[in-house]
């Protein structure tokens, strides 16, 4: 009989002293009750002892960061529009007293506080903003959900939408929307392409105008120069022919009447000539205004009034 005592007692105490330790994972914590009241004990990773019968551990659980995966939920926007939205929380508990004392199941409220704070934010917003400002959105869902979980010792550290889908009819009418405005902004385009080529074709076409009527203006210019002078040379050369003849004429006095025979025969041959063309049929001389004629050819090479010669008949 004294044997089966010791050994209940043996029993009790190796199993008293086994439930009194404790060991706590790496970033893990744990809260230690004494006969069911908290009373500040608070188990740190590694190994610790507690009072057997007397002390149990209440609470564990991780100081890491978690995360919270929300699942799609229907919100509906500021202009009545039916969108699925899901969502991504990441959070830690900053006071493991807090996180078990003044909230009962962390994970179901957190969870159920994300939602209420989705659809509370979609239903400020209109469709068009839901897509262009999810930045704020989140900036938004993290503040506030932030402040509600202080109570319960909870750090929220970002929130993520991910998806955010309206109903097939709203995304048809979306699509046929975008389909409308990119034909639009194609006429545009093509328009405004058209508009630039002719602009620049008429443009071309006066730049081509300007520069033929420049070219044809310095082709005028330099024509006429030439011509300016062409006709100074020749006058050059006919002043320095007639000083010429005119020093020849004063230093030999025969030579005035040689070229008075050779201008008389010229005139005559040149007759001789037009009357041998083929364009010529006929031609009409009076024999009296030959001498009249031989008469005006002497006052090119010498003067009437000075020059007794020229007077005599040819």
């Known amino acids: 009989m004294e044997n089966f005592v010791l050994l209940i007692l043996l029993a009790l105490g190796g199993s008293g002293l086994a439930g009194s330790v404790k060991i706590v994972n ?34 564990k659980e991780t100081v890491r960061e978690q995360v919270l995966d929300i699942p799609p939920q229907q919100c509906i926007t500021r202009d009545n529009v039916s969108i699925s939205v899901d969502a991504v929380v990441y959070w830690r508990i900053m006071d493991l007293e807090k996180a078990c004392y ?15 704070q989705i659809r509370s934010e979609m239903g400020q917003l209109e469709l068009d903003q839901t897509f262009t400002a999810r930045t704020e959105v989140n900036e938004m869902l993290l503040r506030d959900l932030d402040i509600a979980t202080d109570p319960w010792g909870v750090k929220v550290t970002r929130v993520e939408l991910r998806d955010i889908c309206p109903a097939k009819a709203v995304m048809d009418a979306m699509e046929l929307q975008m389909s409308a405005e990119r034909q639009k902004r194609a006429a545009i385009l093509k328009s405004e392409g058209e508009r630039d080529s002719a602009v620049n074709s008429a443009r071309g076409h006066a730049e081509a105008q ?36 005119t020093k020849v004429l004063n230093s030999d006095p025969k030579a005035k009447e040689a070229l008075q025979f050779l201008l008389a025969q010229n005139y005559m041959d040149m007759g001789t000539k037009i009357g041998n063309s083929d364009s010529s049929k006929v031609m009409f001389i009076d024999p009296r205004s030959i001498p009249a004629t031989l008469e005006g050819m002497k006052s090119i090479v010498g003067d009437n009034s000075q020059n007794s010669d020229f007077n005599k008949p040819f």
């Open 26 to 59: 790496q970033g893990d914590e744990a809260l230690v009750e004494k006969l069911g009241k908290y009373n500040g004990r608070k188990l740190k990773p590694g190994l610790s002892f507690v009072v057997p019968f007397l002390d149990r551990m209440a609470y």
């Open 102 to 116: 003044k909230v009962n199941n962390l994970q179901a409220a957190m969870e159920n506080l994300v939602r209420t």
């Open 210 to 245: 300007v520069l033929e009527a420049e070219a044809h203006k310095k082709a005028m210019i330099l024509e006429a120069e030439a011509e300016r002078q062409t006709q100074v040379l020749k006058a050059h050369a006919t002043s320095e022919a007639l000083q010429i003849i």
